[in-house]
């Protein structure tokens, strides 16, 4: 059982990283284009 809990610990883990990756990563794409910046913030 305690496998159990670690692998969902660990995958849980993975998607929070793998969330603010994929949001930190867009939101440099989001200022580095021209444009009105403050839609940036709504993400």
């Keep these: 059982m305690i496998h159990v809990f670690a692998a969902l610990a660990t995958a849980q883990g993975l998607l929070i990283w793998l969330a603010h ?14 444009g009105d910046h403050r839609v940036c913030f709504q993400t």
């Excluded at 990756?21 to 021209?34: E, G, I, R, V």
């Design 21 to 34: 990756c994929t949001t930190d990563t867009l939101y440099y794409l989001c200022q580095s284009t021209p």
